[in-house]
């Protein structure tokens, strides 16, 4: 029997379940579509800033009551094997640490649409009045919010791993014995954040309670096992995580926004969150960005009152230029500096607690100079 939706959404994460609640009270039949069930294990560092839970709407009692919520009142930073840098800590969280599995299925089990789990997509097909996805639904309007590989992007034309300026990271996180906590030195109030020497991406250890999330990410994926492994092997001569940590990292990749290249709309299909290739480009976040453009695209999807032509979606895009700025695929200013001189700058400017508060943290982590995007 086909079932019919005014709008689908393929991707149950926090892109996907965000549309979902800004569009609980709209009147529209909404249905979120994911291959796996949840809550289900999303490797990630894990953190959000007290501006995505406003967004969010999420009251912190009422989540940290089930869910892990760690409290990050500052940040340790430096140029990997250099002077490491503490930011001035604060007297309230500058972010949460928190787990992506409960996370993920806090926002999802709220959001009020119809669930469809443990169900791949494999197609869509046009119909005059939308689409047809997997034979059995019917839906004017279907959202890619599956993350970097999602199948609606490739429907839409992405090529994910070809054309594409990726960044591929590579994380673990465990839970420690009493042992391995006693043996890791990292606090849990302050996650520390390791630069790689030629600027290609950064390490991280962030600890949530008995919670341990280690990774490293890079735009030149090139080797990275190799690179992971000896960061790893850092950390454990350091005595910052346990010497027992598991040596295999499961990966998983994403797209800087200035570098994104794919298209956003057309004829009754958009893509949120990572699917649109969303990601901060000097923090790698995907988040925030995730979580602000499915509130742009509800917002869309309110106004335009069920008519989505590509021209009717088309303020989507707009508003994603005005908050995140104009895509940029060639190389800017900073990037066409010889290796060198970006290395010694780097090394230099990491080292000085001012540049690592009000620029690294401040800026390309936390983000404080937007102000939490507002639904109206």
């Not at 999303?42 to 989540?63: F, H, N, R």
């Not at 919670?211 to 735009?219: F, Q």
């Not at 299909?269 to 995730?290: H, K």
Request: aromatic fraction near 10%; charge should be negative; hydrophobic fraction near 35%.
């Amino acid at each position: 029997m086909m079932t019919e939706y005014d709008v689908m959404i393929v991707g149950g994460g926090p892109a996907g379940s965000t549309l979902a609640w800004y569009l609980r009270d709209s009147g529209l039949k909404v249905a979120i579509l994911d291959k796996a069930s949840f809550p289900r294990d999303k490797t990630c560092a894990g953190w959000v800033t007290p501006e995505v839970m406003q967004e969010l709407q999420i009251d912190l009692s009422d989540y940290q009551q089930h869910n892990t919520l760690q409290s990050v009142n500052g940040f340790r930073i430096s140029h990997m094997g250099g002077k490491e840098v503490d930011t001035p800590m604060s007297d309230k969280p500058v972010s949460y640490g928190i787990r992506r599995s409960e996370f993920d299925n806090y926002l999802l089990q709220r959001c009020g649409a119809e669930l469809i789990l443990n169900t791949k997509f494999s197609k869509m097909e046009k119909q005059p009045d939308g689409w047809l996805v997997n034979d059995n639904y019917k839906a004017k309007l279907v959202v890619g919010a599956g993350g970097h590989f999602c199948p609606v992007a490739r429907a839409m034309g992405a090529r994910p791993g070809s054309a594409e300026r990726t960044v591929v990271a590579q994380e673990i996180e465990y839970a420690m014995t009493a042992e391995q906590m006693a043996e890791c030195s990292v606090s849990e109030e302050v996650p520390e954040l390791f630069f790689c020497k030629d600027l290609e991406g950064y390490g991280w250890v962030v600890r949530k309670g008995n919670y341990l999330n280690i990774g490293l990410g890079r735009e030149d994926t090139n080797k990275l096992t190799e690179h992971v492994a000896e960061f790893s092997q850092m950390l454990k001569k350091q005595r910052k995580i346990p010497s027992d940590t598991p040596d295999k990292f499961p990966g998983h990749a994403y797209l800087l926004y200035p570098h994104a290249i794919r298209e956003l709309i057309q004829d009754g299909v958009m893509l949120i969150g990572d699917a649109a290739g969303l990601a901060y480009p000097q923090s790698g976040e995907g988040i925030r960005p995730a979580v602000e453009s499915a509130m742009m695209a509800a917002k869309v999807i309110r106004d335009i009152k069920g008519q989505y032509s590509q021209q009717n979606l088309q303020p989507y895009y707009r508003q994603l230029t005005e908050r995140f700025g104009q895509r940029q695929p060639t190389p800017d200013l900073m990037e066409r500096l010889p290796q060198s001189i970006k290395e010694l700058f780097a090394h230099y400017l990491l080292g000085q607690r001012w540049f690592a508060q009000h620029v690294v943290m401040d800026r390309w982590f936390l983000h404080k100079q937007q102000a939490p995007l507002v639904f109206e």
